[in-house]
């Protein structure tokens, strides 16, 4: 018999790297996707015509929304997981501050509707959560299982309730209810309104010489991160659910850099150095052989509350999950841009 995965956010990044991991394992997928006036599947595209469009199909959509709790009980109702991964998520930190309401419904209360029906349904179903870094806030790195939460956004405070109501679930019914709390991590399918997305879109840009007089826009350049692949982060969720017994845990590669670093090294990947001239909010980043401005700072693009710096210790899953990352950042910008080319070509 097959496994049964059901996706809540199978439309997202993580959502097609984690479908396309799971049907390798021989599961049944089914994802769970907002319905909407225009259609956004441009992920999904491809394994709903390799998995679905076949005689025995393996990887199945379904309209749904973690806002709606009759939505939730008739797709687990009707498709009968042995695992659900809750992906879905307002996710852009920026956008909690302008949409604190929706962002919380979704990230907070999206959780809790789910292991309500788990719970109340078949409390056998194990149960991921994906939560975040932006947890930790500003308390010092490296930061692990063990370090203080400190969330200073409508995002990671809302991530912080579905991480102890997803604790208090498993301790309360005996439930397999685990926590990803996964360090930032991108993809050629990152969405466009993430810095790293946009920075390597503006680059593939420049080497096709498709900027013209345009100049990329940032905000922090001295945010640190600690940057890793999707591809390397799913299997870590995998591998939580597949443990005898339920846990949390950081995925993280241990290294951390900042915006201006992941900036520097995406122009080099196309052989042009960056300069720094001015400070603050007047800094700006120059070709170093034609003086041409690239970059500026946009005080608008800064958020509400910082965080500053975040680093993962990971060591926690390299000893229970025997987990690792794969890719490093200079391989993932690389895969990015390439990525990128190939699409501003057409």
């Not at 695992?83 to 959780?111: C, K, R």
């Not at 899953?317 to 070509?345: C, G």
């Amino acid at each position: 018999m097959k496994k049964k995965a059901l996706i809540f956010g199978i439309t997202g990044q993580d959502g097609y790297y984690l479908s396309k991991f799971l049907l390798a394992k021989n599961y049944e997928v089914h994802g769970v996707k907002r319905k909407a006036s225009t259609v956004y599947s441009y992920r999904t595209d491809e394994l709903y015509e390799k998995f679905f469009l076949k005689s025995k199909p393996t990887f199945f959509l379904h309209y749904g929304d973690v806002t709606d709790s009759i939505s939730i009980l008739n797709l687990i109702k009707k498709i009968k997981p042995d695992e659900i991964y809750n992906l879905a998520a307002q996710s852009h930190v920026q956008v909690s501050f302008e949409m604190p309401d929706y962002s919380s419904n979704v990230d907070a209360l999206g959780t809790l509707r789910i292991l309500e029906v788990i719970k109340n349904l078949n409390r056998t179903i194990k149960f991921y959560q994906a939560s975040s870094s932006e947890m930790f806030g500003n308390i010092k790195p490296p930061q692990n299982e063990k370090s203080t939460f400190t969330p200073n956004s409508p995002y990671s405070i809302s991530k912080l309730y579905s991480y102890w109501i997803t604790r208090a679930y498993r301790d309360a019914y005996q439930m397999f209810t685990t926590n990803g709390i996964l360090f930032n991590h991108e993809s050629p399918l990152r969405g466009e309104t993430f810095v790293t997305k946009k920075i390597t879109q503006f680059v593939a840009k420049e080497k096709l010489n498709k900027n013209s007089s345009q100049v990329l826009s940032l905000g922090n350049l001295d945010s640190k991160r600690d940057w890793g692949h999707a591809k390397d982060y799913v299997r870590a969720m995998w591998l939580m659910m597949q443990q005898n017994k339920p846990d949390d845990f950081v995925i993280a590669t241990g290294t951390s850099h900042t915006v201006r670093k992941f900036v520097e090294l995406s122009f080099n990947f196309i052989g042009i150095k960056i300069s720094w001239k001015g400070k603050g909010i007047n800094e700006v980043g120059l070709n170093n052989k034609t003086g041409k401005k690239l970059i500026k700072i946009d005080k608008r693009l800064f958020r509400p509350n910082e965080v500053h710096y975040l680093k993962g210790d990971a060591s926690k899953a390299k000893k229970i999950l025997k987990w690792k990352p794969s890719i490093n950042i200079n391989k993932l910008i690389e895969e990015m841009i390439n990525f990128d080319l190939v699409k501003f070509k057409k």
